[in-house]
């Protein structure tokens, strides 16, 4: 329904900071609620934050409270993750997904390929 793309992963210092994209398709990216997951090797995938679909609500895993920060620009179809203070913990594929009910359900259908992120001690 919504295709993503997410981008601006790589290699980083411990301290340092990434900001990830993601790149949907447009046309109803305004009603989407987004969110993004990270999963790192031999873990589960878990949640990272969420922002609803006017980004006058945002949420954040407890892990990375303070730390990361989601935004979207629905003018360019992008939603962000601004990441600073990194540890070598947040190493992991980052992905984004989209919840089509802009909130109401909090269920993401739409994801997109991930992204690596790689924290350097």
């Known amino acids: 329904q919504v295709q993503l793309v997410e981008s601006g992963g790589g290699l980083v210092q411990a301290g340092g900071s990434l900001r990830l994209s993601c790149a949907a398709s447009g046309r109803t990216f305004s009603s989407y609620a987004m969110g993004w997951f990270r999963q790192a090797p031999g873990k589960e995938r878990e949640f990272v934050a969420a922002i609803s679909w006017s980004g006058g609500s945002t949420y954040y895993a407890d892990s990375v409270k303070g730390r990361f920060t989601i935004s979207r620009d629905n003018a360019k179809n992008t939603v962000y993750l601004q990441m600073n203070s990194l540890k070598p913990e947040d190493t992991a594929v980052y992905y984004c997904?989209?919840?089509?009910?802009?909130?109401?359900?909090?269920?993401?259908?739409?994801w997109g390929q991930g992204t690596q992120v790689t924290v350097s001690s």
């Open positions: 997904a989209a919840d089509p009910t802009g909130g109401t359900t909090w269920r993401f259908g739409s």
